[in-house]
């Protein structure tokens, strides 16, 4: 036992354990054993031997001791000789929550969060944003009601989880051969995620199976298609069945969804609601270079990877240094002959010690076999991801140096970043100058480093930051006129982020498209609906990719929305509700005037974030807290009902 004291994080496992036992006198004697001083993820040396005794005893419970082995023998990792089950944790109330979060966090949790909190880190175990009618209230209709979702991602088993508690008939069309979204799309070495694993999960279904701090691409994927299967998703996933069309019925108030088979046979259904959750990074964007369908050899875009080529001693051209390039470009340069990195933006990169990190054996028991610790490692996590860093991407006006920084938190960030890069690069002025971002730190999507920098100095790796001017066959050739000859050649350039629910032909009223209303500045009300759309309903739509924090807590905002709103349409009998345009385009006044204070507005910063005039249409600009508040239930005065049978829209009063 004392083994898995001294590996736990020790702020994550007191709050567990006085969680588990409703003993809030070891908390006391926690506090005062532990430093002030000490960070949550301090190992357990920050507990003095009394405490972790004490530990070890309320763990030992009926689980052996760590098992040594032969003498000169590796000491075998701490098994239990049974699994410890324990009872269901003691009530919390928001005095103990707030205490809990505290000591956790190591600072002040104020009460505006202990609401999120609960419902975030499913504290009572009951699954707060769970819909369903109680007995004896289901109105008659909702047997009636048929939901179409457009993808089985994260976003769409979300949905069909949601649905499926509320007992509402629904259909998932997936594109793919399997469930998964974007975790099965892309598959290329080495791809994780860049959020801790225990944040990055639904909140009523904790995954006690990670195996890294950051889940690699196949455990995320696993966990999807578990959760479709816990919850009884699969058999309403309609797979390689793309959607191609969906166009709505003014005189009934219901969509008609055209879907296609790889054989091109067409299929025609008609659904009450639709909701979108396609994603936005989904379609791939290839780079515009001249003579790229040229190339001789074989060429791919790095999210429709080829196994079938091995690089072994091969020429490997990466075109891009983004997300994907710095994932997967450690992972080919050792097997690669040589490889060439064609830099078209610079970024900045950030340590994490825990990027590549395994959980220990501690760690990955606690979380299998005592949930409060789960629990509260998704708490922490939360909190160090979330709102506490959003200062850092708000704009100070007074700041001296806006060329450079945006903030003193902000400037402090960037002097980290740039001694971080040199040291990594060994100090080589010529490397450091060349990579080095000229914007300021959070302009742009953070890399975690993945041996990035070190792979930039291996003597089988080149950096060409010289534009391509054009692709040959078997030739990269650059503006310079430097010809770069390769074998392989990976695009790894990206998506068309902001062709939302592209290419796809959505029609509402009036025969008005979607496309062409969007066309390169899309918006939405909360992301979700648009004015003219009746009924349609989009997760992770433009301006709600989250900048803190995670995409599955917007995600599950977004699905509680959309929930309470088709139990609204449902209870008060209307045939579809439809945004109404003033609050959209209020709602889209507020986004764009809170993104003039953020860093990704600088005039410096260029990214898949902003249109073609600069407009950002992807990230929202919001705290956690915010969204959620905004999300906890639709204002029907934002709202044109139109009831059953009644053809002209109508205003909610």
Not at 532 to 551: A, D, E, M, R
Request: charged content about 25%; hydrophobic content about 40%.
């Amino acid at each position: 036992m004392p083994d898995l004291v001294d590996d736990a994080e020790p702020r994550v496992l007191v709050a567990a354990l006085v969680h588990q036992t409703g003993d809030f006198d070891l908390l006391e004697r926690a506090e005062r054993a532990v430093s002030a001083r000490s960070v949550p993820t301090e190992a357990a040396a920050v507990l003095d031997p009394a405490l972790r005794s004490e530990l070890a005893d309320l763990l030992r419970l009926t689980a052996a001791g760590p098992a040594d082995g032969p003498p000169g023998k590796p000491r075998q990792p701490w098994q239990p000789r049974q699994p410890w089950q324990p009872g269901p944790p003691a009530p919390v109330d928001d005095h103990q929550l707030a205490r809990l979060a505290t000591w956790c966090a190591g600072e002040t949790v104020t009460p505006e969060y202990w609401p999120l909190i609960r419902e975030e880190i499913d504290i009572d175990r009951n699954d707060a944003r769970r819909f369903e009618w109680t007995a004896g209230e289901r109105p008659a209709r909702a047997d009636h009601i048929r939901i179409a979702v457009i993808g089985a991602g994260l976003g769409g088993v979300l949905a069909g989880v949601r649905l499926g508690q509320a007992g509402l008939d629904y259909v998932i069309f997936e594109k793919n051969t399997a469930i998964g979204g974007t975790w099965y799309e892309n598959d290329y070495p080495d791809l994780r995620v860049d959020v801790p694993s225990h944040f990055y999960s639904y909140s009523f279904a904790p995954n006690p199976e990670w195996s890294d701090h950051y889940a690699r691409r196949h455990e995320i994927h696993a966990y999807v298609e578990r959760c479709a299967d816990t919850y009884g998703v699969r058999p309403h996933v309609r797979l390689i069945t793309e959607v191609v069309s969906a166009l709505f019925d003014e005189g009934s108030g219901r969509w008609t969804v055209t879907t296609s088979q790889p054989d091109g046979r067409r299929e025609e259904q008609r659904f009450d609601a639709v909701i979108s959750a396609v994603g936005m990074l989904n379609r791939p964007q290839l780079p515009d270079l001249a003579g790229l369908d040229t190339f001789a050899g074989p060429s791919f875009h790095s999210s429709r990877w080829d196994h079938s080529i091995d690089l072994t001693g091969r020429r490997v051209g990466v075109i891009g240094t983004g997300a994907s390039a710095v994932q997967l470009v450690p992972a080919v340069a050792p097997v690669a002959g040589h490889l060439t990195v064609f830099q078209r933006a610079r970024h900045w990169v950030a340590p994490n010690p825990l990027y590549l990190a395994p959980l220990n054996d501690a760690d990955r028991w606690l979380h299998a076999n005592l949930p409060t610790y789960a629990t509260w490692t998704r708490f922490l996590r939360f909190w160090q991801n979330g709102d506490r860093i959003y200062p850092a991407f708000r704009v100070d006006p007074d700041w001296p140096d806006p060329d450079r920084s945006i903030s003193a938190a902000n400037d402090k960030f960037r002097r980290r970043l740039t001694a971080y890069l040199g040291d990594q690069l060994g100090g080589d002025q010529a490397l450091i100058d060349r990579v080095l971002p000229d914007y300021p730190p959070l302009g742009k999507r953070i890399l975690q480093d993945n041996r990035w920098f070190q792979t930039l100095r291996r003597d089988n790796v080149t950096l060409v930051d010289d534009p391509i001017d054009r692709v040959e066959p078997g030739v990269v050739l650059t503006r310079s006129g430097e010809r770069v000859e390769l074998d392989v050649l990976v695009l790894a350039t990206g998506f068309h982020a902001n062709r939302y629910l592209w290419p796809m032909e959505i029609t509402g009223r009036h025969g008005g498209r979607l496309d062409e209303l969007w066309g390169d500045d899309p918006r939405a009300h909360l992301g979700i609906t648009v004015p003219g759309f009746p009924n349609l309903f989009c997760i992770y739509g433009p301006n709600t990719n989250p900048v803190v924090g995670s995409v599955v807590m917007v995600l599950e905002c977004q699905v509680g929305y959309v929930m309470a709103s088709l139990r609204a349409l449902i209870e008060g009998g209307w045939a579809s509700m439809e945004c109404r345009q003033d609050a959209h385009d209020e709602y889209n006044r507020r986004i764009d005037a809170e993104h003039e204070a953020m860093v990704w507005r600088h005039p410096r910063v260029h990214s898949y974030y902003n249109n073609a005039a600069g407009r950002v249409t992807t990230n929202a600009p919001w705290k956690l807290i915010d969204y959620w508040r905004m999300t906890s239930a639709p204002d029907l005065d934002e709202f044109h009902l139109v009831a059953v049978d009644d053809p002209a829209p109508a205003s909610s009063d």
